[in-house]
C-alpha cells in the first residue's frame, strides 16, 4: 500500500520537471511476506524469552544489524521471516543458543518511498510497500487535478538518467497506468496542461485549460467562455499566438462566418488568445492589436489583458 505524503527535495523536483475521478485510493493489499528489507530501515528483533538479544537495530549500510553480544547479521534484501531466520542461525552457529526463535519486523522504512509530483491533488512522498504500478501511485495521490497535462514523466532511482514518458493521450492509457511498474525512489511527475485565453465580448472571458493534452478549436473555446455577447464584433476577432523570438503574431478569425459554416474551425495551440472584440470598439482593436505583436504573450500578459476587460 502507499501511505503518509511527504515533503520531496528540491532536486528531485527539478530533475522530473525536466523531462476513477476522485476516487480514494484502491491499492494492492500487501501480503506480509513481500517487503524486503533495506539499508537505513529500522527494525525490531525480537528473541523469544531472551530480551537481552532482542532491541530495535538500525540496517547499517552494509545491509546488516548489529546484534548486542552476537556480533553483525546480514539482513538487507530478506524479508522479515527471513531475516528472523537467518538471525536465529547465527545466533545458533555462534554458539549463543541452542535453539532460538526470532521474529523481525519493520519499523521504519527508510528506502521504501515513491514520490508523486506536479498536477495530482496530494502531492508528496508515499511509501511503497511491494510492487505497485503508475496507477496505484497516482491513486494514493489522490489523482490528477483538472489542470493535468499529457504527459506523465517517471525518473528511477536504478537509472536517474533514463526519463520514462507516458502519454496520457495514448488510446491505450488506462493499460499503461497499469503496467508501468514503479519502485521505491522513483518520482512520478504529471505535467501541467497548457491553457488558452479568451477575451473581449464573450459572457465568460477567462483560461481554459487543455486537460490531458486534449487541444482545443476555435468553436469549443468560444463555448467554453459561454458564448459571445450580442455586441461582439464576429467577424473581427483574432488568435494572438506567441512566436519563436518572443514576439506575437496575429490571425484573423470570422467568428461570423465559422458560427455558420463551422468550417475552418482552427486548432488552438497553449497560450494562444482569442480576442473577440467590441462591435462599437474598432479604435480599441487597432490600438491594441498592433501593440500585442511588439510583446511577449503568455500566462501573465493575457491575464493582465483580462483584468482590464472585465
Known amino acids: 500500500m502507499l501511505i503518509s ?13 525536466k523531462g476513477a ?54 539482513v538487507s534484501g530478506m ?28 519499523e521504519d522504512y527508510a528506502t521504501q518511498e515513491v514520490s508523486v509530483l506536479g498536477e495530482v491533488k496530494n502531492p ?13 501511485a497516482l491513486s494514493a495521490a489522490g489523482g490528477t487535478t483538472e489542470k493535468a497535462g499529457s504527459d506523465i514523466m517517471i525518473t528511477h532511482s536504478a537509472d536517474p538518467e533514463k526519463l520514462d514518458t507516458i502519454h496520457v493521450d495514448s488510446p491505450n492509457y488506462s493499460q499503461l497506468q497499469r503496467l508501468t511498474n514503479v519502485t521505491a525512489g522513483d518520482v512520478i511527475y ?21 486537460a490531458a493534452g486534449k487541444r482545443l478549436t476555435v468553436l469549443e473555446a468560444i463555448a467554453l467562455a459561454q458564448g459571445t455577447t450580442a455586441a461582439a464584433a464576429l467577424s473581427r ?25 463551422a468550417q475552418g474551425d482552427q486548432m488552438l495551440t497553449a497560450e494562444d488568445i ?13 490600438a491594441t492589436l498592433p501593440a500585442l505583436t511588439a510583446s511577449a504573450v503568455g500566462s501573465a500578459f493575457a491575464a493582465m489583458i483580462l483584468l482590464n476587460n472585465r
Open 190 to 210: 504529471v505535467s501541467r496542461a497548457g491553457s488558452v485565453y479568451v477575451l473581449g465580448d464573450v459572457t465568460k472571458p477567462g483560461e481554459f485549460s487543455m
Open 79 to 106: 524479508t522479515p521471516q527471513e531475516a528472523g531466520d537467518a538471525i536465529a542461525k547465527h545466533l545458533k552457529d555462534a554458539g549463543i543458543m541452542l535453539d532460538p526463535r526470532v521474529t523481525v519486523t519493520i
Open 5 to 17: 505524503p511527504g515533503q520531496r527535495s528540491a532536486t528531485a523536483v527539478a530533475q522530473a520537471a
Open 274 to 286: 482569442l480576442l473577440v472584440p467590441h462591435s462599437r470598439s474598432k479604435a480599441f482593436a487597432d
Open 237 to 261: 476577432a483574432a488568435i494572438i499566438r506567441k512566436t519563436d523570438d518572443g514576439g506575437a503574431k496575429i490571425i484573423p478569425v470570422d467568428l461570423k462566418r465559422l458560427e455558420k459554416t
Open 124 to 136: 508528496g512522498n508515499y511509501l511503497l510497500l511491494g510492487p505497485h504500478s503508475l496507477y496505484n
Open 21 to 74: 475521478k476522485n476516487a480514494a485510493p484502491v491499492l494492492h493489499t500487501r501480503q506480509e511476506g513481500a517487503l524486503r528489507i533495506g539499508a537505513g530501515d529500522m527494525v525490531q528483533v525480537t528473541v523469544f524469552d531472551t530480551p537481552e538479544l532482542s532491541g530495535k537495530l538500525r540496517v547499517n549500510a552494509d545491509g546488516a544489524v548489529d546484534l548486542p553480544v552476537a556480533g553483525s547479521a546480514a
